[in-house]
C-alpha cells in the first residue's frame, strides 16, 4: 500500500523541479530591463505600410502581456528591439475557374529581428531570417469587390506580435 502512494508522490516531487512552464508565462529576459524601445523597421520592399504596422503591433502586444514599460527613446531604453522587412511575396494559390483571376493571395513576409541590450551591447533575441505567412481570398464578383490585402497585414502584423513577444520571453 506504501508502495502504491510513494509512486505517484515521487513523481509529483519530479515534475515540480524539472523547470516545467506554461507557455506565454515565462519571462527569461534579464531582471535588469525594464523598458524596451520598438523603433520604426527598416524596410526593403515596396510595402511602405508594413514597416510601420509591425513595430506598433509588436509595441501593443508587450503592453498587455508583459510588465515592460515601451519608450519612444533608444537611448532611454534598457533594450531596443530592430527590425527590418527584408522580403514581401504575394502570389494566386487559388484561381476561379470562370474568369481565371485569382481568387486566394498567399503572403509571405520576411524579417531581421533583434533585441539588444543597450548597456552592454547584448544581443538578448536574434531572428535574422524570419518567415511570416498569411492567406487571404478575393471576391471575383467586381460588383462585390473588397480590398482584403491591408486586412491580411494587419491580421500579419498581430501574429507577428504574438510570436515575436513569446519568443523574446521564452527565449525561444
Known amino acids: 500500500m506504501r508502495a502504491a502512494l510513494a509512486v505517484p508522490l515521487v513523481t ?3 515534475c ?5 512552464h506554461v507557455s506565454g508565462h515565462a519571462d527569461l529576459l534579464p531582471r535588469t530591463i525594464g523598458t524596451i524601445s520598438v523603433p520604426a523597421f527598416d524596410n526593403l520592399t515596396t510595402r511602405y505600410k508594413l514597416s510601420d ?7 501593443r502586444e508587450f503592453i498587455s502581456r508583459t510588465r515592460y514599460r515601451i519608450v519612444a ?7 531596443v528591439l530592430r527590425g527590418a522587412v527584408v522580403n514581401y511575396l504575394a502570389y494566386p494559390t487559388i484561381f476561379d475557374q470562370v474568369t481565371g483571376r485569382a ?9 531581421q529581428l533583434s533585441l539588444t541590450e543597450t548597456g552592454s ?3 538578448l533575441f536574434s531572428r535574422p531570417n524570419m518567415e511570416v505567412r498569411q492567406r487571404y481570398e478575393i471576391s471575383t464578383d467586381q460588383l462585390a469587390y473588397f480590398e482584403e490585402s ?5 491580421r500579419l502584423s498581430r501574429d507577428v506580435a504574438r510570436t ?3 519568443a523574446i520571453l521564452e527565449a525561444f
Open 53 to 59: 504596422r509591425l513595430p506598433a503591433a509588436i509595441t
Open 103 to 111: 481568387a486566394g493571395v498567399q503572403l509571405s513576409i520576411f524579417l
Open 150 to 154: 491591408d486586412l491580411a497585414l494587419e
Open 12 to 14: 509529483l516531487l519530479v
Open 16 to 20: 515540480a523541479g524539472c523547470g516545467y
Open 121 to 123: 551591447g547584448k544581443v
Open 164 to 166: 515575436v513577444v513569446s
Open 73 to 79: 527613446d533608444d537611448t532611454a531604453a534598457d533594450a
